[in-house]
């Protein structure tokens, strides 16, 4: 079973930027597809952005051009490049498969755009 533990959320100000990290427990090398996750207080969670073993991305239409994932299978570790940051980038931020298998989920990173 496969662990995920995410890192590197934090406040920034608008315009500004972050990298997220999840690392995993066991491999990921078998799992096709990882994705970023976000929960913003009150909303469910949405997916934010996949990336497949062979490296092909999707992004939500709202961080498409501002953000971008990547996978190090030889580190077990999923990334999330934030760019342009804005308040409404404000939520805790998860990775998990895509569609998303593994319970219970990490504990989140939590990002706050804020001035």
């Known amino acids: 079973q496969v662990q995920l533990v995410e890192s590197g959320g934090g406040l920034v100000q608008p315009g500004g930027s972050l990298r997220l990290s999840c690392a995993a427990s066991?491999?990921?090398?078998?799992?096709?597809?990882m994705g970023w996750y976000r929960q913003a207080p009150g909303k469910q969670r949405g997916l934010v952005a996949t990336?497949?073993?062979?490296?092909?991305?999707n992004y939500a239409s709202s961080v498409k051009g501002r953000f971008a994932i990547s996978r190090d299978n030889a580190k077990n570790t999923v990334y999330l490049r934030m760019n342009s940051l804005s308040p409404g980038d404000t939520a805790v931020y998860y990775c998990?498969?895509?569609?998303?298998?593994?319970?219970?989920w990490g504990q989140g990173t939590q990002v706050t755009v804020s001035s």
């Open positions: 998990n498969a895509a569609p998303p298998r593994y319970e219970p």
């Open positions: 066991g491999s990921i090398f078998s799992i096709n597809a």
């Open positions: 990336i497949t073993n062979s490296g092909s991305t």
